[in-house]
C-alpha cells in the first residue's frame, strides 16, 4: 500500500478514536432552561455503528489494521457490499479490491492492489463476531503458494463503522 495513503488512512482513524473518546452517553442527558420551561438536552451522538443487515451482515464501512511481511501494522479502511454469498470492495483508496465469497460466518477470496501482479494480490479468510461488528482475519500473498493462506501469521481484521 502507499506510505502516503496509509498516513492519511491512520490519520483518519485517529481522529475517529478521539471523537469516539470525547462523546459520553452515560447517564441521563442534562436539563437546560429556558426562560418558560424547562428541556432536555439531545443526547450526544453514540459510538456504536449501525446495526448489521442481517441478511448482508458484511455489507459496510470497515476500520481494519493488517500486518505486513516485515512486522509492522498498517491500517485502511475497507467498503464492503455484499449481495447473496458474494462480497465485493475496495480498500486503499479504491487501489485494493477484494472479491469473495460467505459461507455461514466466513468470507474467503481474494485481494488485489494497483497492478494485480503476483506481489499485488493474494487470498484472505475473515470470520466475522458472532454481534456481527467486528472480523478477524488473515491473508498472504500469492507469490508465497497455493498454500500460502492456512500457514499465514498475517493478520487483517476489521471493527465495523
Not at 481474494?110 to 488473515?138: H, I, K, R, Y
Request: aromatic share 8%.
Amino acid at each position: 500500500m502507499r506510505k502516503r495513503t496509509v498516513l492519511l488512512l491512520t490519520a483518519l482513524a485517529c481522529i475517529l478514536v478521539i471523537a469516539a473518546g470525547c462523546t459520553d452517553t452515560s447517564g441521563p442527558a442534562p436539563a437546560t432552561t429556558t426562560p418558560a420551561t424547562t428541556v432536555a438536552a439531545t443526547p450526544s451522538a453514540t459510538t456504536a455503528p449501525p446495526p448489521a443487515d442481517p441478511d448482508h451482515p458484511w455489507s459496510g464501512t470497515w476500520n481494519t489494521t493488517w500486518s505486513s511481511p516485515d512486522g509492522t501494522v498498517d491500517y485502511t479502511i475497507v467498503l464492503l457490499e455484499q449481495t447473496g454469498d458474494s462480497v465485493t470492495g475496495l480498500y486503499d483508496d479504491g487501489l485494493g479490491m477484494i472479491a469473495g465469497t460467505v459461507e455461514k460466518d466466513t468470507l474467503t477470496g481474494t485481494w488485489t492492489e494497483e497492478d494485480g501482479t503476483e506481489d499485488n494480490t493474494g487470498p484472505f479468510a475473515f470470520v466475522l463476531s458472532a454481534d456481527l461488528n467486528s472480523f478477524s482475519g488473515t491473508w498472504a500473498s500469492a507469490q508465497d503458494g497455493p498454500d500460502a493462506l492456512s500457514t499465514s501469521s498475517e493478520f487483517w481484521n476489521g471493527v465495523r463503522v
